[in-house]
């Protein structure tokens, strides 16, 4: 039997919440109902065809670009990955104790509730402050239907540490992965159109 303690835990912690607004577009004031790649359909609601992320993109004075890209979209960007690419990456995140973040997270979930802030208001791999505006990064959170995971998403990654991860890619790793992302910077802003080109951000899974 539950100890109260851990009854109160239970009732605390989230494994999914409806999406915040803070992942709605921005163009639209409403949430993404589509793939910005391929245009599925992202109300399928479906556990696993249904997922999707979402990628909010920060430079110094705004956001800078937002889209939605489907399960099947991330899957095909993921199968891009180099050999060498793939064991960059694990030792990435190991080098960096990813795991200790998860558990703070978890712990904190669980004590406290899910608080977006405390989720996205600092890089996950170095737990540096991040301003929106004021510091370049970029926030992913996964979704399904019109919910969105509250463990281990959302996430924010700092500008640092996304060119410190993207230098561990392979080269071909790389352009392959800029192609992907060429056709996805929809970027919000006034005259975004006349905009320097934005480096593609990592893919999270």
Same mark, same amino acid.
């Given at each position: !039997?539950?100890?109260?303690?851990? /009854?109160?835990?239970?009732? %605390?912690?989230?494994?999914?919440?409806?999406?915040? @607004?803070?992942?709605?577009? %921005?163009?639209?004031?409403?949430?993404?109902?589509? &793939?910005? @790649?391929?245009?599925?359909?992202?109300?399928?609601?479906?556990?696993?065809?249904?997922?999707? %992320?979402?990628?909010?993109?920060?430079?110094?004075?705004?956001?800078?670009?937002?889209?939605?890209? &489907?399960? /099947?979209?991330? /899957?095909?960007? !993921?199968?891009?990955?180099?050999?060498?690419?793939?064991?960059?990456?694990?030792?990435?995140?190991?080098?960096?104790?990813?795991?200790?973040? %998860?558990?703070?997270? !978890?712990?904190?979930?669980?004590?406290?509730?899910?608080?977006?802030? /405390?989720?996205?208001?600092?890089?996950?791999?170095?737990?540096?402050?991040?301003?929106?505006?004021?510091? &370049?990064?970029?926030?992913?959170?996964?979704?399904?239907?019109?919910?969105?995971?509250?463990?281990?998403?959302? !996430?924010?990654? &700092?500008?640092?540490?996304?060119?410190?991860?993207?230098? @561990?890619?392979?080269?071909?790793?790389?352009?392959?992965?800029?192609?992907?992302?060429?056709?996805?910077?929809?970027?919000? @802003?006034?005259?975004?159109?006349?905009?320097?080109?934005?480096?593609?951000?990592?893919?999270?899974?």
């Amino acid at each position: !039997m539950d100890r109260p303690d851990d /009854e109160k835990k239970n009732r %605390l912690f989230q494994s999914s919440a409806p999406i915040d @607004r803070f992942f709605y577009s %921005l163009e639209t004031g409403g949430m993404f109902r589509s &793939c910005t @790649r391929c245009s599925q359909s992202l109300m399928a609601g479906d556990e696993k065809s249904g997922s999707y %992320l979402i990628y909010k993109i920060y430079g110094v004075n705004d956001l800078s670009a937002e889209f939605a890209i &489907c399960h /099947e979209c991330v /899957e095909e960007a !993921m199968g891009m990955l180099s050999e060498e690419s793939r064991q960059s990456l694990q030792r990435f995140f190991e080098e960096r104790s990813i795991m200790d973040y %998860l558990f703070s997270r !978890m712990s904190a979930c669980m004590t406290s509730g899910f608080q977006l802030s /405390e989720a996205i208001d600092s890089c996950f791999v170095c737990s540096s402050s991040l301003q929106r505006p004021g510091t &370049c990064h970029t926030v992913v959170s996964k979704c399904s239907g019109t919910t969105m995971d509250c463990m281990p998403y959302p !996430m924010s990654l &700092c500008d640092k540490c996304e060119e410190d991860l993207n230098q @561990r890619l392979s080269q071909k790793t790389r352009d392959e992965w800029d192609r992907f992302f060429e056709s996805l910077f929809i970027d919000p @802003r006034p005259g975004a159109a006349n905009a320097p080109p934005f480096k593609s951000p990592p893919i999270f899974v």
